[in-house]
């Protein structure tokens, strides 16, 4: 199994582009998350999924998109980058609640934003 | 909002000397909490959960941890610094109804040899 999977390692975005950031499990977990980690705060939620089809805002939402339209791929979208998108961001994944199932983490995609 | 508070970014141990990590949680209900280990370049790993089952977690790499209640803190402890510990430790907290978790700001430890 690959477990967490993210496309594109690396980007660097022009302000003002768009981008979508892929993210693959192939473990069949219900639950997706998307996070991003900036130095000195740790790993903030931006946005996830309880199942396909569905999604929710976490704690930092602002000038992200998500969609859940198969089970196994979460899609985080950045309609018009911004400098303070610049970050690395993680996907994860768990069984049902992750309060009670691990998350398993991707290993991330550094963006800069110019 | 459920958080924690990591006391000290950065914690410097030398090789076989005791390794403490602290969290402090703010939670009107007893929280779930985890520890988070990240090693350079990678994303993140569980070292550790509690969920009300026992105070005292062991988690895997000789890594335990200690809930007290009447202190809000959840410390992460070994015995005995490995070189291979070196790496950002996070501890987190999940939301009441599961769905979300809240990570504490990270510890980088560094092992001298």
């Known amino acids: 199994n690959a477990g967490v999977t993210q496309t594109p390692k690396f980007r660097v975005l022009k302000t003002g582009q768009s981008m979508t950031l892929l993210c693959a499990q192939d473990?069949?977990?219900?639950?997706m998350y998307w996070y991003r980690q900036d130095p000195g705060m740790g790993l903030r939620l931006i946005h996830y999924?309880?199942?396909?089809?569905?999604?929710a805002k976490g704690e930092v939402p602002d000038g992200y998109n998500v969609s859940r339209l198969k089970k196994q791929n979460f899609l985080l979208g950045l309609e018009s980058a911004a400098p303070s998108q610049t970050s690395v961001y993680f996907c994860?994944?768990?069984?049902?609640?992750?309060?009670?199932?691990?998350?398993?983490f991707g290993p991330g995609t550094r963006l800069t934003v110019l | 909002a459920q958080s924690v508070t990591q006391l000290g970014s950065h914690v410097s141990v030398s090789e076989g000397a005791l390794v403490l990590l602290r969290c402090n949680y703010s939670?009107?209900?007893?929280?779930?909490l985890f520890w988070y280990v990240q090693y350079p370049n990678q994303g993140l790993q569980l070292l550790l959960k509690?969920?009300?089952?026992?105070?005292l977690v062991k988690g895997i790499n000789g890594f335990e941890a200690e809930f007290k209640k009447s202190e809000t803190s959840f410390h992460l402890t070994k015995p005995s610094a490995h070189m291979s510990d070196a790496a950002e430790y996070f501890c987190?907290?999940?939301?009441?109804?599961?769905?979300?978790?809240?990570f504490g700001t990270g510890t980088s430890l560094t092992v001298i040899p």
């Open positions: 987190a907290v999940s939301s009441n109804t599961g769905n979300q978790f809240y």
């Open positions: 994860a994944s768990s069984y049902s609640l992750a309060s009670v199932h691990e998350q398993f």
């Open positions: 939670s009107s209900v007893p929280p779930y």
């Open positions: 509690y969920t009300s089952a026992a105070t």
């Open positions: 999924s309880v199942g396909e089809g569905t999604t």
């Open positions: 473990m069949n977990h219900e639950y």
